[in-house]
């Protein structure tokens, strides 16, 4: 993962190769690749400068449906969607319609909203018929967490055995 950088890589296709195919479609020597990334990750890296900014995330975008995606479950708290780079064959996010940035800036309004997002996880996870075989839920928090949106959101991961620890 590459921290916030990602969300734009991961638009592109999940990597960096087809983000610097996007930019230039020619063979890429791996010194142009990395020299790319470095100054990529210069401008995004950190995460608090980010949070900060008053343009949209990617999920406000998808809330309100300037972005496409495959939502599942939605209602007045939050909504439910395919994540677009799956890390297990079930990959799902849930996000809250109020921006919150990550549990680290959580408020203890928050409480309410925060406790909706996990069961909201179990009723998609019942919806979805995987509740019985098992998932995992997991909730990123900062660059060294693997966050790679500036807003709160839980990943629903299932259809595979999980392991331990995770990565």
Known sequence: ML?????WIRCLGGNIWTAYSWLKPSKPDLWVVQAFTVKFLRIFRD?????HMSEMTLFEKI?????PAEILYEDDLCLCFRDIAPQAPVHL??????????VAEAAAEDKEVLGHLLLTAQLVAK???????????????????????????????AGRKMTWPPG
């Open 93 to 102: 996010l849930v996000v809250p319609k109020k921006p919150i940035v990550r």
């Open 63 to 67: 809330i309100a449906r300037e972005i």
């Open 127 to 157: 919806q979805e018929g995987f509740v019985d075989d098992g998932f995992r839920v997991v909730i990123n928090n900062g660059a060294d967490g693997g966050e790679a949106v500036p807003h709160l959101h839980v990943h629903i991961l």
């Open 3 to 7: 921290g916030v950088g990602s969300i």
């Open 47 to 51: 995460t608090s400068r980010v949070s």
